[in-house]
């Protein structure tokens, strides 16, 4: 790429302004269709709970290259012309994909407003009811919390997601009951005894779990031309009585537009090492994209994709993605102080792997790695995070072991 070619990112994300900050002062435009300032996903948790004011979660200023509140409808690949919801066009020389994941919606009874469309509306959610994906969520939640102490919130999903939205709402006093339809808390990431601490933690915040538990469909009552939430009906016949229902199903990668604009599409946009679509001048970055079997969905990964990208578009010799070894980190904050979480890797064992677990019920600490003959391949780390580090980088570097204590305990192995 010369830099006399435009560049268009479509998405305001971080990987979308990550990679315009690293391109500047070539000539870029990045499509942002929500209002707000951009901001860092990761913190909404932290904003719904009241930790942090909504500026806090801002991304740096993108100045100009910034077109806020501006939806891309179609691309219009022969012309290279990206058309957007106000009835403007960006051509690009180089088209960059970040848009990001969709929340994904359950098909349970009661969840659309099938009223909406006669008064204006296209399958609205019921009033009271919620995802929780994007700072208009997150507010919108916020503001149905205000001056309402003891309100009853039902969240469905118990992974990384539903989790954290359950601290959030326990804390701002809530009165919360997190259904979950798999057998422990954050299956992808935790075992059965790194789940049962943090089960006893959401607990101890007041936070009612339930595991092994199918979501049927929503109770709604009209109220004027719309519905208003009242319960979430169990598989099993019973109801929980709910003011506020919230979303936490997972995401899935958003690609309708490169779908509609003929390019490949698997559960994300698909990309070679260079980041590129099925059409050489587009690529795809970040929650949308697919690469290697793999669509990662997390911050890590979305950064390094555009660090990536950038210096392939710079023409830089050897610039490739080979993909990237993610790591997840939560912190819950609680009434006995914060519970860390930390996951790497492989943490459910293969055959003819070895194990190492330190449990300590005093503490609530929990620590676990997961070893393939002279490499580490995984671990898991709860309540106590000092050796993460240490952990993190023989798992990256993928290095033969060469002592395992010393990277398990706090006193160097002593």
Same mark, same amino acid.
């Given at each position: 790429m010369t830099f006399r070619e435009r560049v268009v990112v479509i998405g305001a994300g971080l990987a979308g302004l990550r990679l315009a900050q690293r391109l500047a002062p070539a000539p870029v435009t990045v499509l942002g269709e929500e209002s707000h300032a951009p901001y860092n996903r990761v913190l909404l948790a932290e904003v719904l709970a009241g930790r942090f004011a909504p500026e806090v979660a801002a991304l740096p200023d993108p100045g100009p290259a910034l077109r806020r509140g501006v939806r891309a409808v179609r691309v219009d690949r022969a012309a290279r012309l990206v058309h957007c919801d106000d009835g403007t066009t960006e051509p690009y020389g180089t088209l960059v994909?970040? !848009?990001?994941?969709?929340?994904? &919606?359950?098909? &349970?009874?009661?969840?659309?407003? &099938?009223?909406?469309?006669?008064?204006?509306?296209?399958?609205?959610?019921?009033?009271?009811?919620?995802a929780?994906? !994007?700072m208009t969520d997150c507010l919108a939640l916020s503001d149905a919390l205000r001056d309402r102490p003891g309100l009853r919130a039902v969240v469905i999903g118990g992974g990384l997601l539903g989790v954290s939205a359950a601290r959030a709402l326990a804390v701002r006093g809530a009165q919360v009951v997190l259904a979950q339809q798999g057998g422990r808390l954050m299956e992808r990431q935790l075992d059965e005894g790194a789940a049962g601490l943090l089960h006893a933690h959401l607990t101890a915040l007041g936070v009612e779990?339930?595991?092994g538990c199918r979501v049927r469909g929503l109770a709604t009552v009209p109220v004027g031309s719309r519905r208003?939430? !009242?319960?979430?009906?169990?598989?099993?016949g019973f109801r929980l009585d709910a003011d506020l229902v919230v979303l936490a199903c997972g995401v899935r990668p958003r690609t309708g537009l490169a779908r509609a604009a003929g390019l490949a599409v698997g559960t994300g946009v698909l990309v070679d090492d260079r980041l590129r679509t099925s059409d050489p001048r587009v690529h795809a970055v970040g929650d949308c994209a697919e690469h290697a079997g793999q669509a990662y969905g997390l911050a890590g990964p979305a950064l390094e994709q555009a660090d990536v990208l950038a210096a392939v578009l710079q023409g830089r010799a050897g610039a490739r993605y080979t993909g990237t070894r993610a790591l997840t980190r939560? !912190?819950?904050?609680?009434?006995?102080?914060?519970?860390?979480l930390a996951a790497f890797g492989e943490t459910t064992p293969g055959p003819g792997d070895d194990v190492v677990c330190l449990a300590d019920a005093t503490r609530s600490t929990y620590r676990k790695v997961v070893v393939r003959g002279d490499r580490l391949v995984g671990g898991l780390l709860l309540g106590e995070l000092s050796t993460v580090g240490a952990l993190a980088r023989t798992w990256e570097s993928d290095e033969p072991l060469d002592q395992l204590s010393h990277l398990l305990t706090d006193d160097g192995g002593s």
């Open positions: 994909l970040a !848009t990001g994941s969709n929340p994904v &919606l359950p098909p &349970l009874r009661g969840l659309f407003d &099938l009223e909406a469309p006669r008064t204006g509306g296209a399958g609205a959610l019921p009033d009271g009811v919620h929780f994906r !994007t779990v339930h595991t208003t939430v !009242t319960g979430v009906d169990l598989a099993d939560l !912190t819950l904050a609680g009434p006995a102080g914060p519970l860390d």
